[in-house]
């Protein structure tokens, strides 16, 4: 069965700490597309990854990066010297693209307090 | 950038009324999908469309939903006769054709049930 567990469901750091976001998913699919979300406290969900199952090269955006490792089934995300504004909702999802259906199976998500 | 809009962005409805939220997706984008999330919640997938016809759906969507694009721009999600339980956060998302996989979300729905 698909499914996609975020362990943390809050997290507290300091500003410039760095912070990881764990995300575990489960699939039988050979071809799958990860991703993550974000969600300020303004409510709209903000795209920020996809990773395909074929790709596991890990990748940086900035502060941002991800670790994906199939091994593990774990794709975590990495914000570097955290900023007040990097607090949100954090939501991994998994789409099981080659059963013919698209849908995002998501997370409970990590909300994320970053402090002054 | 182009971007997915939604309206209204809050609705607010008495138990037993039809509801119709509006999307519209990114212009040349293929398929479009709704979500909803509960307060507090995780985000849940309702149904998908694509070429004028339901895709996949979930067990929420029963038939007190339906969905609709009614001209070359809208995507309208209808909740027939809302129930108290319905309050939630409605999301439309959409997404190119096949070989781009991401589903841009817009800002969404507040939908209030009493």
């Known amino acids: 069965a698909q499914k996609v567990t975020q362990a943390q469901t809050e997290i507290s750091v300091v500003e410039k700490e760095d912070v990881t976001l764990d995300c575990v998913y489960e699939?039988?699919?050979?071809?799958?597309?990860l991703f993550w979300y974000k969600q300020p406290p303004s409510g709209e969900l903000v795209f920020l990854i996809r990773?395909?199952?074929?790709?596991?090269q890990n990748e940086i955006s900035g502060r941002y990066s991800w670790n994906f490792q199939k091994s593990t089934s774990s794709f975590n995300f990495t914000i570097t010297a955290s900023q007040v504004v990097d607090s949100a909702v954090y939501f991994c999802?998994?789409?099981?693209?080659?059963?013919?259906?698209?849908?995002?199976?998501f997370g409970t998500g990590t909300r994320l307090q970053v402090f002054p | 950038e182009p971007e997915v809009t939604q309206t209204p962005s809050h609705q607010v409805t008495q138990m037993g009324q039809e509801v119709i939220l509006r999307c519209v997706p990114i212009?040349?984008?293929?398929?479009f999908y709704w979500y909803r999330q509960i307060l507090g919640q995780k985000v849940e997938f309702l149904v998908s469309?694509?070429?004028?016809?339901?895709?996949?759906k979930s067990e929420i969507f029963d038939d007190q939903f339906s969905v609709e694009r009614p001209d070359g721009s809208n995507f309208t999600l209808k909740i027939r006769s809302t129930k108290l339980e319905d309050s939630a956060m409605y999301f439309c998302?959409?997404?190119?054709?096949?070989?781009?996989?991401?589903?841009?979300f817009g800002p969404g729905t507040r939908l209030l049930v009493l």
């Open positions: 469309f694509y070429n004028n016809e339901i895709s996949e």
């Open positions: 990773r395909n199952s074929f790709d596991e």
């Open positions: 212009s040349n984008h293929l398929y």
């Open positions: 998302a959409s997404r190119g054709d096949i070989g781009v996989e991401t589903q841009y």
């Open positions: 999802a998994l789409s099981e693209a080659s059963r013919g259906t698209d849908k995002l199976i």
């Open positions: 699939t039988r699919d050979t071809t799958y597309y």
